[in-house]
């Protein structure tokens, strides 16, 4: 049967391999599932009340505008409706956005062991990715993303598309917002700034603010993080109108069911994340204090993760497969200068100590 050339050069890879291909494998269940960012606290009360009534409701297609849930948002985020896009989680709206601005050969810029589902759109739609390497070392709010250097690359090969995760992922570092905006300022004029904000409500500090008329930048959130519906796959961006209306012609108009949307709303209305950010914040910083006791230091972070400095890639792969004999499902960066960590999502209280034994137990 004939293959597209376009899909058959395409390397047989995913951007994840999952913890239940790993179950499958190993022959036994994790006992502690720390390596995706899932939260541990779970999706809030009334979200799923909200998502368990709309089951009843499912045997109709959801609205193809997802126009309350956008609504709701237009109006926490002073944005109008027409700014927002509606997706399966930013996973399915990055490649959107590779699609809409992108023609086969066009180069995309992002950091060389980003977050790897960006890499997978941009090849396979056809375009070209570029990348700038990480810094080795970050402090509070300097983050390992290399903004210069990733604006130098974005110059030289005259990039459509630059993907930057603040808070990144999957060093947990970040940026400041005006450091941010500085960076904007610093690509080529015709060049749009993907910026995933998946773990932006984790910071302490504000998020840059953009006019959502501004044609250089698109900005993505997701109900998977803080809102615990990781599974419900349900996010959205914001962008001008005009860029929004072009989405919408190739977007997957009922590819977000009526479920997801009760729960994605009623989340917006609960108090469920605010506590959800406060117990994050207490969790890790409990699991910093914990590894740095035993010697270990850890990345600054501003998201739901820590990122455990191993010492090397040899000795990070060490403990990524000695935790996964113990039941513990963690990953690791897969390129330097990132790769001698381990990422270790904060969990629950007893979640943390049932990871701080089995660390310690690897480590015996």
Known sequence: MPISRLVRDLP????????????????????????????????????????????????????????????ALALRLGVGVGNLVLGAGIDDLLGLAVRVFCDPGDACATSLGGYPTFAYHVAGYGARLVTAPYRATATPGHGCTDLSALAEVAHDERARLVYVANPDNPSGTWHEAETVREFRDALPDDAVLLLDEAYAEFMESPSPTWHPEDEGVVRFRTFSKVHGLAGARIGYAVMPASIAREFEKVRLHFGINRVAMAGALASLASDHAARVVEETAIGRARLVAELGARGYVCLPSATNFVGLGAGSRERAEAIVAGLRARGVFVRKPAHPPLDGHVRVTVGTAPQIEAFLAAFDDLRA
Request: net charge negative.
């Open 12 to 71: 047989s890879t995913v951007p994840f391999v999952g913890p239940e291909a790993l179950e499958r494998a190993q022959g036994f269940p994790f006992a502690l599932r720390l390596g995706a960012n899932e939260s541990p606290f779970g999706p809030a009360p009334e979200a799923i009340a909200a998502m368990r009534s709309a089951t009843e409701e499912s045997w109709m297609y959801a609205d193809p505008e997802g126009w309350e849930l956008r609504t």
